[in-house]
Structure formats: C-alpha cells, structure tokens
C-alpha cells in the first residue's frame, strides 16, 4: 500500500504542476495586429487584429487556446516550456518556411514561462523541403 510520505510527494507533484500550468497562461488577452498572413493547425489566417486568450470554460487547460480575428477563430492546444530567461516583451514568434509563416510560440513580458505550438505533419513535410528562420514580433509591434 501507499504510506503517508508517497501520497504526500504525490500531492506536492500534482500541485506543483497545475500551479506551473497556470502560469504559462495569464488571464487577460492578448491584442495583436499581426501584419503578416500565418498558419495554426494547417489553418491559414489572414494579417490583421487577433486576441489569443485562454479557452473559455470551466475545464479548460491552461494550454488551450482561441485565437480570434475578424471572421476567423481557432482553438488549439500548446505545450508549455520554459526558456532560461524571462522575455523582455511579449513576442509571437513565427517560423518562416518558404513563403509561409507558422505561429511557433507565444511568450509574455516578464515570463520564462513560453507556449510552443505543436507541428502538424504538413507542417512537418514543407520544413523538411525548405529553410526555418524565426520571425518575432514584440509587444512594441501590436
């Protein structure tokens, strides 16, 4: 069976990510004019104003998102990492692959915290044929 010490390094795991979780996210949207046509999950959305938020609802993950423009909207899931220092500005990072930009990453002022946006396999095949080359866009630019 399971003693007092197991469940409680078990208890202060679980806790400690879900509080790690919260964090990638902050609660108020992002407003940002992106001036440039983008891909998220093979969608591609046309340049122009955009909110990224948390998804809405009670049982949401704090990686999920919508990213909400004129007439266009997505939600997608993210995976959480972290980079070694805390961003001086909020950036949407853009992987620009032939003529094509992808969102890569969204990362807050202030935050080591970093939402990474999983590759599609279309996405996958296209780097494969041509170059990356990472496109950011601060908060100085929305």
Known sequence: MFNLKTVLVATILIIGG???ANAQVPGSP???NIPISFVVNDKVFPAGEYT????AGFVSSPSALVLQGEGHAIAFN???S???????????VFDKVGDRYFLSQIRYNGDTAVNE???TRAQKRFIAQNSVQQVVFTGSTF
């Open 18 to 20: 879900i509080v790690a």
């Open 30 to 32: 992002l407003h940002a």
């Open 52 to 55: 990224i938020q948390r998804q």
């Open 78 to 80: 993210t995976i959480g």
């Open 82 to 92: 972290t980079s070694n220092n805390a961003s001086r500005f909020t950036e949407l």
């Open 117 to 119: 946006l999983p590759k």
